[in-house]
């Protein structure tokens, strides 16, 4: 089996579009002066906007008025009725219900409903490809080995980060990844972006996630219990489960999905059906944009985020789910040549641990699966 050293090069500093938000902010500033003070200010917008390199993303705090002249007119017409397919009880999707229950959708004259989707990743990646669903909400790390199947799906943007979490048995003293060495991990499953995750973190910490340590799978909220009864020493899973048994005071977090050069990185990504980009691109700029609204409102108020998380059958209390939701990075979440950049770093890490396969070019990967719909 070949093995691949996974290094730092093909990480940077700082992202892209914080080093780049001073310069975008000057030419949405421009932009939104011009539409106001002329007739002309959409033209003006999109003209300025073409001129760019990667897209112009997202920045918290900036006037979805703004947004709207940069990327094109809302939508005109009656309400565009589409289907989302989500996991109503993962954390990471509350985006979405935030945006349903407070009107974000509506205001981008879209009508959406949800498909609770229990089933594979390959089968819900199949179900947007087909039309039976519009677009869906996961982990980009669940969903990179399953797309390249070749499914007709387009990843449009990030939504946050930090909802994956590595905790170890303080009965065991696990408080490091060095101290996994020879240990077994419990996970929910064999493909879970838990798995995958810390399998390219511990590989980049020296550790060989096959052969070093052991991988157990057990149903979901059972995880903790395996801990406890020391068949295995430490979890991996994502929130809010590993979040609300940190408060039990018997488990380490040893790490998240942001720690250190993973601070930027998103892990929920939007994807959309290929057809519909292709037929109805202001439909998928719609539905892109109420996402990123949401999840910034998900980040100004994780309270009324997890209040909202509640009442579609979340665990745990609303005060440590807004808690939670403060751990997150929800205010970080990149689209275009940022977003790009993100998957093809994801699929090179993934090639070294023997998920994605050998023969997969990482940037060809990336350009298929993405794509830039607010530009």
Not at 154 to 175: E, F, P, Q, W, Y
Not at 278 to 292: D, H, K, Y
Not at 318 to 330: G, N
């Amino acid at each position: 089996m070949e093995k691949r050293e996974i290094g730092n090069s093909l990480t940077k500093g700082p992202s892209e579009a914080k080093r780049g938000a001073f310069s975008r902010r000057s030419v949405l500033t421009l932009v939104c002066t011009l539409g106001a003070a002329a007739p002309f200010g959409f033209g003006a917008a999109r003209a300025l906007t073409a001129s760019g390199t990667g897209s112009l993303s997202y920045i918290p705090g900036e006037s979805y008025i703004c947004r709207a002249a940069a990327n094109g007119e809302e939508l005109q017409g009656p309400p565009r009725q589409l289907k989302i397919a989500w996991n109503a009880n993962a954390a990471c999707t509350v985006a979405a219900a935030v945006a349903k229950e407070r009107g974000i959708f509506a205001k981008h004259n879209l009508d959406v409903d949800f498909v609770n989707f229990g089933g594979t990743t390959d089968q819900l990646l199949e179900a947007i490809a087909t039309g039976k669903a519009d677009a869906g909400l996961g982990l980009a790390l669940r969903w990179l080995k399953p797309l390249e199947q070749g499914f007709d799906v387009r990843i449009t943007a990030g939504v946050h980060g930090g909802c994956i979490r590595l905790l170890g048995s303080k009965a065991a003293n696990i408080d490091s990844l060095e101290s996994l060495r020879g240990k077994a991990i419990a996970i929910s499953d064999q493909a879970s972006p838990a798995k995958n995750f810390f399998s390219i973190y511990l590989a980049k910490k020296g550790i060989d996630p096959a052969q070093e340590v052991e991988w157990r799978q057990y149903p979901a909220n059972l995880l903790a219990l395996a801990v406890d009864k020391g068949e295995v020493q430490a979890l991996a899973e994502i929130d809010p489960l590993p979040y609300l048994w940190l408060k039990d005071g018997k488990l380490n977090e040893i790490a998240t999905n942001l720690t250190g050069e993973f601070a930027d990185r998103t892990c929920c990504v939007l994807a959309i059906r290929g057809s519909l980009t292709r037929s109805e691109m202001p439909v998928a700029a719609a539905l892109t944009r109420s996402i990123l609204e949401a999840a910034d409102r998900v980040a100004s108020d994780p309270a009324d985020a997890a209040a909202i998380y509640s009442g579609y059958g979340g665990r745990g209390s609303v005060e440590d789910l807004a808690t939670m939701y403060r751990s997150h990075t929800h205010y970080n979440h990149p689209v275009g040549a940022t977003l790009k950049k993100q998957l093809l770093l994801y699929t090179d890490e993934l090639k070294a641990v023997n998920v994605i396969k050998r023969s997969t070019d990482p940037a060809k990967f990336a350009e298929r699966i993405y794509l830039d719909v607010l530009s």
